[in-house]
């Protein structure tokens, strides 16, 4: 059994390739040479060291490779018993070893990224999947340095860690994606170890298809950067304070600009003035934000009718707009909303809330704040503290 040892952004994984499947070798070799990959022969008697990050190409289960393989920290299987498929499956198992590895320690942004040799500065191009990242970073990597297609690792300091993944082009609809190494493009790919890039902006791609359109960049608001780009995070809301990080990040960066464009061919003056400016000459747009962290979560209580915020949702009031992130999702709500959702960092009874909201806002009809109070809790905003039965 032969194995490569890859490091994507530094972290370490090791591909285990348990059947005789030569073209599925050698595609994997040239798909990722821009990682350097170690060529392991005996796989078989390499000791896994403890952590390290593992996956194993194997036409057998994954129940029967997990129950040989024992206690590894992080086991994936891919099923190589098509290459191609395989060859696929492998590129989202490394990227999800990798999102593993730096959740809640690094920016995790689904996005490509393109960086100027000289200035060593970077763009960060985040976009939904299929939206055109893949097409931009193979035009713009044959101009600037090629660090990612996928996923951007952005470290506290803003440096970045590259990982020069294969592009995965789509050639038949009814395919799998092919898996091709960047420098084989055309690219001018970042060597894996050189973490001398450092982010400058964060652009947000707005392709329209089906018409021509002029292409242009224009500043994102705070509150309306915030909901684009989290969306397009990973690992956002186990970050300690992720949500103040990343409007943090936002800020650091001059805020985050919409590029809206047809043809990214077309883009390309865009793309370099905003890497030539610096930050201080950037349309930026607002930079003050109010952050509320966690508020303690109690589990029980005596008191009946008794409510609190639900659990780790934590807020955000960008100028007059209200942002509440719960679970893994970020959104807008209406400062009626943000009101109650703001006065409860303590549990309060009903009654509370129903007299404080009409300090602020006038009677409030006992029906009408009931109906309210519903729709809250069912927005998943606010939570009935559970009576105790002792």
């Known amino acids: 059994m032969r194995g490569l040892l890859v490091s994507p952004a530094g972290v370490t994984i090791f591909l285990a390739f348990e059947d005789d499947n030569p073209q599925l070798w050698v595609d994997t070799q040239r798909a990722w040479a821009a ?41 994936t299987v891919v099923n190589s018993s098509d290459p191609a498929v395989a060859a696929e499956r492998l590129t989202v198992d490394i990227t999800l070893h990798l999102l593993r590895e730096y959740a809640g320690t690094a920016h ?36 600037l340095t090629y660090l990612t297609d996928e996923t951007a690792v952005v470290m506290p300091d803003r440096s970045i860690r590259p990982y020069p993944k294969p592009l995965s082009i789509i050639e038949d609809a009814q395919q799998p994606k092919v898996q091709y190494n960047p420098a084989d493009l055309g690219l001018r790919v970042v060597a894996a170890n050189d973490y001398s890039f450092h982010l400058h902006r964060i652009v947000v791609l707005n392709r329209v298809k089906g018409k021509k359109a002029v292409p242009s960049i224009e500043p994102l608001p705070l509150a309306e950067a915030l909901l684009a780009v989290s969306e397009q995070s990973s690992g956002l809301m186990i970050t300690e ?15 985050a600009v919409k590029l809206t464009y047809s043809e990214i061919t077309d883009a ?44 780790g949702s ?68 606010l939570l009935p503290v559970v009576v105790s039965q002792l």
């Open 35 to 75: 990682l350097a990959p170690e060529v392991i022969e005996d796989a078989g008697a390499r000791r896994i060291a403890d952590g390290e990050r593992v996956t194993v190409l194997s036409s057998r289960s994954a129940d029967e490779i997990t129950q040989q393989w024992g206690d590894i920290a992080d086991l």
């Open 108 to 143: 995790l942004l689904h996005a490509a990224v393109l960086g100027d040799a000289s200035s060593h500065r970077a763009l960060a191009l985040v976009a939904p999947s299929g939206t055109g990242k893949t097409t931009a970073a193979r035009f713009l990597g044959e101009h």
């Open 241 to 255: 304070r992720g949500l103040e990080e990343l409007a943090g990040l936002l800020v650091e960066t001059g805020g």
């Open 268 to 311: 390309l003056p865009l793309i370099l003035s905003l890497l030539h400016q610096d930050e201080d000459q950037l349309p930026a747009s607002e930079a003050g934000f109010t952050y509320l962290p966690a508020a303690n979560f109690l589990v029980n209580s005596d008191t009946p009718d008794l409510y609190q915020r639900s659990e």
């Open 314 to 381: 934590t807020g955000m009031v960008c100028q007059d707009r209200y942002l509440v992130a719960q679970g893994n999702s970020l959104s807008e709500v209406s400062i009626y909303a943000w009101d109650c959702w703001e006065m409860l960092a303590q549990p309060l009874p009903k009654t509370e809330i129903h007299a404080r909201l009409q300090e602020l806002y006038g009677p409030i009809p006992e029906r009408g704040f009931e109906e309210s109070l519903l729709q809250l809790e069912r927005a998943g905003l």
